[in-house]
């Protein structure tokens, strides 16, 4: 997270044109009738496969990674492009046939590919139409945190030898995507948990200038330091005003798991959480 905000700075300095996401996990390019909606994602092979994964297990991830940024926005991905590399051809049809299967699973249209030698990775940029698209940073006192039920804190789990199927192939629903979209501003901020529960919510509260105060968390048969800062649930946060809290979260199979106040930092159990989840340097 922190190396991201390090390269948005950067961009910055050199007065882009950006979009009105800017430094969210998606942004958009305004239309007449809404917003086309964009995310890419990626990383190297080694970076994420574990040892009972394999290279088409890492194209699914690829995909996956950035279908969910978009679904925790309320937006169904439309269509998708990548880049593979990979050291031999085998290893770049491996990834690439991964990626091809999640296309499939989630009704996704094929734009093309890039090859590149190299070591095996994958980046995948996957968009969307929306009319609304919340933002981390519109948080308010009086909302609440809602989630759906996932796999939280499982990739700690995997990590420590436990082979759970979504570790290998997570599997976000297309339906969260249609229900906050059917809420539209009542959903007020959003984001994909797939840096961690609480690195997430400081994402929210940093860029909404609020405290969230986690009330309890989500079920789970692991450790709450699990659940914290896991990772990889590929599920989305929402904080939602509290009028139509409970409904969505029945909608969405969830729970209500905090609120919004004034002040700053996430906090549980009247201490505040460290900030921390994942990073890649």
Known sequence: MKVEEALLREALKFRLA?????GDDVDCLRLRDGCLVMNVDGFSAKGVMLPFMNLRDVGWRG??????????????????TFSVYGKNF???????LGVFEALKEYDVTFLGADTNEGEEAIDVTSFGFSKY?????NAKPGNLVVVPKACWGCINACLRGEIIEHCRRPKPKLQWAEVISSFKDKVTASTDSSDGLVISLYKIAKASGVKIVLQSLPP??????????????????????????????KKIDGYIIGK???????????KRLEE???EWF
């Open 18 to 22: 950006t979009g009105p996401l800017f």
């Open 63 to 80: 995909a996956i990674a950035s279908f969910s940024d978009l679904i925790a926005k309320g937006v169904k991905p439309l269509g998708a």
């Open 90 to 96: 085998e290893a770049v049809r491996e990834i690439s």
């Open 133 to 137: 698209v919340p933002k981390v940073s």
């Open 220 to 249: 789970s048969p692991l450790r709450e330091e699990d659940v914290l800062y896991g990772g990889e649930e590929y599920a989305p946060i929402l904080i939602v005003e509290r009028d139509v809290a409970n409904e969505i979260a």
């Open 260 to 270: 919004v106040e004034n002040g700053e930092g996430v906090w549980y159990k009247e």
């Open 276 to 278: 921390r989840g994942w």
